[in-house]
């Protein structure tokens, strides 16, 4: 075979599986850094072996391989001059027989324990989502800290201390046994929620959305649904796939926001929508859907109206209401509140929200502040309504959700 063919297999073969032969590589050498070197080793070897002996049959397979004895070798190597070396070397050798054969099904095995390593518990929440991003997606350190507005050396540290406590802690490279699978599954869809979140709206920036962090999201979720088709995974995913359809209609072709009931509707996705809704059902049959269900079932209601006046107002309130019950928060009062003015009345929805600022609940949220104001900019109490948009503009620091507040404090102003 000529190089060329054979180099853009190469190239082909690490974007799409680099990530498994990675997770592989992690199980058998025990460490982060010693598996991504030995990684990269071995799609160097196969640079030099494949264009004279061909693709092998099971590529994945080849590069487990040859990265496992890249890595003993350099073991070994190294143990010539450091007695530690020498003993992680000969537990290595002693751990990785020669004849062991991977197949497709362990390699994705790999996959799954790797997620639940990078998010379990013991970790901080930043440091699971840096990781997952950087080994399980596979993003760059510059791109992961451009995303979550910090400095790459910062991030980079943020990992480095997070492979640290994984190694020093000793925690277990596998999938959480049956009685543990709610508990850390729920950790790990909450990074996956989190990520999504920051690509649909982004904290902070010139830009309402980071469609390359949403899509990652919906890789990750993708992938668990694939491995471990849970009702919450399902759920989640679900969502994410209902939010991102209507990604193209969220903007003016000049970057300022346009609200759901404004969107042009012929933009939303619809190969999206239909397999969200799907997935909505799939999740519900189940009789164990979770929040992340719920949610997304309101998605579906939201993405099949044919306009906002069609909305089914009064179901979404029953749902708001089952997901208050079980997975009590003030962020989900607010949506119920906005969800009942639309049913009720402004004014119905207004006293909500006011009763959950009252509490101190989501001062420092500029949403609830957003959302009282449109209440009151609706029921023409305009004082009130300038007071709430102003709070909302101190919290805010996206630029388009900014221009949209201050362009609404210049109507009411001016009105």
């Known amino acids: ?32 850094d010693r598996a991504e070197e030995a990684m990269h080793d071995a799609f160097a070897a196969a640079l030099d072996a494949w264009p004279a002996e061909g693709v092998p049959a099971n590529p994945r397979a080849w590069l487990v391989s040859a990265g496992r004895f890249k890595a003993i070798d350099r073991l070994r190597r ?42 379990h518990p013991a970790l901080n929440a930043d440091a699971r989502i840096a990781l997952t991003l950087r080994e399980v997606c596979g993003l760059e350190t510059e791109q992961i800290a451009r995303a979550f507005l910090t400095s790459p050396p910062a991030l980079a540290q943020r990992i480095v201390r997070a492979k640290g406590k994984i190694r020093d802690a000793r925690i277990p490279y596998q999938v959480p046994a049956r009685d543990q699978l709610p508990e850390r599954l729920g950790a790990v869809l909450h990074v996956v929620y989190l990520v999504f979140n920051e690509g649909y709206s982004a904290s902070a920036g010139d830009a309402l959305t980071r469609p390359d962090l949403s899509a990652e999201a919906i890789r990750l979720g993708r992938l668990l649904v694939e491995l471990l088709p849970e009702p919450e995974a399902i759920g989640l995913l679900a969502l994410m796939l209902l939010h991102d359809a209507r990604r193209d209609a969220r903007t003016s072709p000049g970057g300022e926001i346009v609200l759901l009931d404004k969107q042009d509707r012929a933009l939303w996705n619809r190969a999206q929508i239909a397999e969200g809704v799907a997935l909505v059902e799939r999740a519900l049959s189940s009789r164990r859907a979770g929040p992340y269900s719920l949610q997304a079932a309101i998605a579906a209601l939201h993405a099949e ?24 928060s003030p962020v989900v009062e607010l949506n119920r509140a906005a969800a009942i003015a639309m049913r009720d009345g402004p004014a119905e929805g207004l006293a909500i929200i006011d009763a959950i600022l009252d509490r101190g609940d989501l001062a420092d949220y500029h949403l609830a502040f957003s959302a009282k104001a449109d209440l009151c900019r609706r029921l023409e109490r305009t004082a009130d309504a300038i007071a709430a948009y102003e709070r909302a503009l101190a919290l805010t620091t996206q630029a388009p959700e900014r221009r949209f507040i201050e362009r609404r404090l210049a109507e009411l102003r001016q009105a």
């Open 1 to 32: 075979m000529s190089d060329r063919p054979v180099r853009e297999r190469i190239d082909e073969i690490y974007r799409s599986d680099s990530r498994r032969v990675l997770a592989t590589l992690i199980r058998l050498l025990g460490d982060f």
């Open 78 to 119: 190294g143990a010539r001059f450091d007695a530690a070396a020498d003993e992680i070397a000969r537990s290595t050798v002693a751990s990785v027989l020669p004849d062991v054969v991977f197949g497709d099904d362990e390699l994705e095995d790999d996959r799954l324990r790797l997620i639940f390593t990078c998010c």
């Open 305 to 328: 109206a044919l306009d906002a006046t069609t909305t089914d107002w009064p179901q979404i309130v029953g749902l708001y209401d089952v997901l208050l019950r079980l997975d009590p």
